[in-house]
């Protein structure tokens, strides 16, 4: 620990993680993403064969997880890094053979392929993915940006020539530094250098890849709004009619929601978010708090604690996804509208 380091910010990974355990055993329907951040803290604490271990822990039901692509890269990386390398080749392989449509495996193990120098055979899972994910595609979605980043980055250190994809990197990237300086093999020169100005050149690159990676960081945990579909709603206010001032109507509580996060957009709050509920699991929370579900001073408390259980969604959508609301229309045309 640096001598400047407040202790109150060290984080005890391995405290983190058994929390994190004890809250997915009360919580099983949210165990997935609960389980992936306990190992996630276990591989910080280079509790490696622990981590393993919570990913062989959900594989072993993998007809229950919501994306059994993404635990089988993790634990792929993670092998990795305590010299399992045969049997981590062996997972991404498969993987590769049967392409996930979620960006996020392929982003890992094209890392994991990146960081270990095996350069071409990165460079070729991050094609293979842009491919199939992006073909056609007229606005990349947020979640494949880090496929064309990577992509990009992986082909500056094999000195290959900008291509199309390239160029979209290029446009997609806000940092005032461009990914050409930002993704230079001769950057790591300049670290070395005993000239002012080429250190502090560096440094200002590094400041804006720390920005970036703390935004994208930031963006799993946003302030979270209550989302209820029209079904859901239904059944609360029957249960609980004391609700009803809270949801006059269906159509009502979903414009509130729209408004509410573009009011707090527009105040500069970052990292919003959409939860979305359902009466078993609010009235599960409602006994756990030792309070009735018609307590209106419950809901707010519900929104945080489904978010901290990783069920957020980022808001706002892409212009041309699904709307958040469920209506299966693009965004733009329902209530980004």
Same mark, same amino acid.
């Given at each position: 620990?640096?001598?400047?380091?407040?202790?109150?910010?060290?984080?005890?990974?391995?405290?983190?993680? #058994?929390?994190? &355990?004890? %809250?997915?055993?009360?919580?099983?329907?949210? #165990?997935?993403?609960?389980?992936?951040?306990?190992?996630?803290?276990?591989?910080?604490?280079?509790?490696?064969?622990?981590?393993?271990?919570?990913?062989?822990?959900?594989? #072993?039901?993998?007809?229950?997880? &919501?994306?059994?692509?993404?635990?089988?890269?993790?634990?792929?990386?993670?092998?990795?890094?305590?010299?399992?390398?045969?049997?981590?080749?062996?997972?991404?392989?498969?993987?590769?053979?049967?392409?996930?449509?979620?960006?996020?495996?392929?982003?890992?193990?094209?890392?994991?392929?990146? #960081?270990?120098?095996?350069? &071409?055979?990165?460079?070729?899972?991050?094609?293979?993915?842009?491919?199939?994910?992006?073909?056609?595609?007229?606005?990349?979605? =947020?979640?494949?940006?880090?496929?064309?980043?990577?992509?990009?980055?992986?082909?500056?250190?094999?000195?290959?020539?900008?291509?199309?994809?390239?160029?979209?990197?290029?446009?997609? $990237?806000?940092?005032?530094?461009?990914?050409?300086?930002? $993704?230079?093999?001769?950057?790591?020169?300049?670290?070395?250098?005993?000239?002012?100005?080429?250190?502090?050149?560096?440094?200002?690159?590094?400041?804006?890849?720390?920005?970036?990676?703390?935004?994208?960081?930031?963006?799993?945990?946003?302030?979270?709004?209550?989302?209820?579909?029209?079904?859901?709603?239904?059944?609360?206010?029957?249960?609980?009619?004391?609700?009803?001032? &809270?949801?006059?109507?269906?159509?009502?509580?979903?414009?509130?929601?729209?408004?509410?996060?573009?009011?707090?957009?527009?105040?500069? %709050?970052?990292?919003?978010?959409?939860?979305?509920?359902?009466?078993?699991?609010?009235?599960?929370?409602?006994?756990?708090?030792?309070?009735?579900?018609?307590?209106?001073?419950?809901?707010?408390? =519900?929104?945080?604690?489904?978010?901290?259980?990783?069920?957020?969604?980022?808001?706002?959508?892409?212009?041309?996804?699904?709307?958040?609301?469920?209506?299966?229309?693009?965004?733009?045309?329902? $209530?980004?509208?």
């Amino acid at each position: 620990m640096r001598p400047d380091t407040p202790a109150e910010n060290v984080v005890d990974h391995t405290a983190e993680a #058994a929390r994190l &355990e004890r %809250t997915a055993d009360r919580y099983p329907e949210d #165990a997935e993403a609960l389980l992936l951040r306990a190992a996630a803290h276990l591989e910080l604490a280079d509790a490696r064969p622990a981590a393993t271990a919570l990913y062989d822990r959900l594989l #072993a039901t993998p007809d229950t997880l &919501e994306n059994a692509p993404l635990v089988r890269a993790l634990k792929a990386s993670n092998l990795w890094e305590y010299d399992h390398e045969a049997e981590a080749r062996a997972i991404i392989d498969g993987i590769r053979a049967t392409p996930p449509r979620d960006p996020a495996p392929w982003v890992i193990v094209a890392e994991s392929l990146e #960081a270990h120098d095996e350069l &071409e055979a990165a460079h070729d899972t991050f094609t293979e993915a842009t491919t199939l994910l992006l073909t056609d595609v007229a606005e990349p979605p =947020y979640a494949t940006h880090p496929l064309l980043f990577g992509r990009h980055r992986v082909r500056r250190m094999l000195g290959l020539p900008h291509d199309d994809w390239d160029a979209r990197a290029d446009t997609l $990237h806000s940092s005032p530094v461009s990914l050409d300086e930002l $993704h230079d093999p001769k950057r790591v020169w300049s670290l070395g250098s005993d000239n002012p100005a080429e250190l502090e050149a560096e440094i200002s690159r590094l400041q804006a890849e720390l920005g970036a990676f703390r935004a994208a960081l930031s963006r799993p945990f946003p302030v979270a709004v209550l989302h209820w579909p029209a079904e859901e709603l239904s059944e609360l206010l029957s249960a609980y009619p004391e609700l009803a001032a &809270e949801y006059p109507s269906h159509p009502e509580h979903l414009a509130t929601i729209e408004s509410s996060l573009r009011e707090l957009s527009t105040s500069g %709050t970052p990292n919003l978010g959409i939860v979305t509920g359902t009466v078993p699991s609010y009235e599960a929370f409602a006994a756990s708090e030792g309070s009735s579900p018609s307590d209106t001073t419950l809901l707010p408390q =519900y929104a945080t604690t489904l978010a901290a259980r990783g069920r957020a969604v980022a808001w706002p959508p892409q212009r041309t996804s699904d709307c958040w609301c469920g209506q299966n229309q693009p965004y733009d045309t329902c $209530h980004g509208a």
